[in-house]
């Protein structure tokens, strides 16, 4: 369903249970930076009504996760601390070059936002199968629907805007380009990494 070109070896959720706090804490500055780039978006291309709408709706969903990955933290005693740079995200924003046309750059950003959604989407299945508490399995499950939505919404708002043959091309290629990503990380303790 994802299309994603390198799966997640199921071998991470071991390393991420072994780590729940990194991994919670990583989860919630990456809730954070989703809301971010919803609001990042409807400031960038406000004439686009539909987007614009859709994005707002996405702000509140993306900081009420935020908010339910927040008090997991706070409930298991740890603290977030200072926000870490996403290598993952710095070497999956190279793929696009820069400039180019409003609509291009409008549909790189959709593009790229759909890809980190689905690479979230299939963590959060790995952890709602393989973690061996329950409650984090279920929180996950939940949070694993919430992204494929939020994968396939980003996906076709880059289809509606943008040439459908073209931004198709696009997304294949940049799941290859993703994939070359993924293969060059060692399996670390982040939601991307």
Request: net charge neutral; proline share 2%.
């Amino acid at each position: 369903m994802l299309g994603l070109k390198l799966p997640t070896d199921p071998r991470w959720a071991n390393i991420a249970e072994k780590n729940i706090k990194e991994i919670l804490i990583d989860h919630a500055y990456c809730e954070q930076k989703a809301a971010s780039t919803a609001i990042s978006l409807i400031v960038s291309f406000p004439e686009y009504e539909e987007l614009v709408i859709a994005m707002t709706d996405l702000v509140q969903e993306e900081m009420s996760h935020f908010k339910m990955v927040h008090d997991k933290i706070v409930e298991r005693g740890y603290t977030m601390g200072r926000d870490r740079r996403d290598y993952y995200v710095v070497e999956l924003m190279k793929f696009f070059p820069k400039g180019g046309s409003r609509i291009n750059q409008m549909v790189h950003r959709l593009l790229y936002a759909a890809l980190i959604e689905a690479r979230s989407c299939e963590r959060f299945k790995l952890l709602s199968e393989k973690l061996q508490e329950k409650e984090l399995r279920t929180f996950y499950k939940k949070l694993m629907i919430s992204e494929a939505n939020h994968y396939t919404m980003f996906l076709n708002f880059a289809r509606k805007y943008g040439d459908t043959e073209e931004v198709n091309k696009k997304w294949q290629d940049l799941l290859t380009y993703e994939a070359k990503i993924m293969k060059s990380f060692s399996e670390g303790e982040g939601i991307h990494s």
